[in-house]
């Protein structure tokens, strides 16, 4: 990453949102009052921050839009994911922001699991074998009460945000030996009824292409690359060679343990072990 000037607009654009612009060598991103970031070519991201504004929160762009550009430059698929790491298969759980993924890894690794990446998965899906998950790296980021509720005071680091009460988190456990990970399962998370039990139901291979779509991580550009990459080829081949779930769950934390207890139990049975 480089601090240098960045400018307001692109030239030759060809696709744009709010805020952000893609031409065919740079994608920008411009946040008047956090700073414009840029990547280029796949290899480089270049951060010009507002006048005093905190570190925390022009990193937080740097490495969650920025980054993914430059994936998605070098044709990457990306899931707005977490996972963990059990008996050496990964499991993935994808959902928008505020759904939970990284409360859940958190307590998953409480319970024995192993730390793998936090919102957002780089898929590898070679010529032979199964598709694999990329190690990230990175801490997990959680509110106070998932810190409180899992008792991970003493792991927490500095905030994600300036005035925002979401902290990195080291990890209790974390799979730092090897390469990717081959992936056993994919759920994609709701909230329940309160009074209702944790359950688990097979998608469709289209039900699941369609909510691994919608999951691609900054899924507009996701789809501004599509073409490069080959989203809708390999969003089909990923929904058709590996299980893709619905984990309805309560949000109470006090509940969480259900949540990793009917997960644990359903790798297990023959249809994922």
Known sequence: MHVEDVPEHLEDILHSGANWEINRNSFLLNLPDTGRFMATDGNRISICPAPDMPVEDVLIFATGTGLSAILYQRGGLLLHASSVVHEGRAYLFCGPSGAGKSTLSAALCRAGCDFLSDDM?????????????????????????????????????????????????????????????????????????????????????????????????????????????????????????????????????????????????????????
Not at 144 to 157: F, M, N, R, V
Not at 250 to 267: F, V
């Open 121 to 273: 998965c780089a898929i590898i899906q070679p010529d032979q074998g199964p598709a694999m998950v990329e190690r990230d790296g990175r801490a997990l980021r959680l509110y106070a009460d998932s810190i409180e509720h899992l008792a991970l005071g003493s792991s927490t680091g500095p905030r994600v945000r300036h005035l925002v009460e979401k902290f990195h988190v080291a990890p209790p456990t974390t799979a730092d030996q090897g390469g990717a990970v081959p992936i056993a399962a994919i759920y994609m998370l709701t909230a329940s009824d309160p009074a209702q039990a944790p359950a688990i139901t097979r998608m469709t291979p289209l039900n699941a292409a369609q909510a691994l779509l919608r999951q691609s991580y900054r899924r507009q550009i996701a789809l501004s690359y599509a073409n490069q990459s080959g989203l809708a080829g390999r969003i089909g081949a990923l929904a058709a060679g590996i299980g893709v779930y619905h984990l309805s769950r309560p949000r109470d934390l006090e509940r969480l343990d259900e949540t990793t207890a009917a997960l644990m139990k359903h790798w297990q049975s023959p249809s994922v072990a």
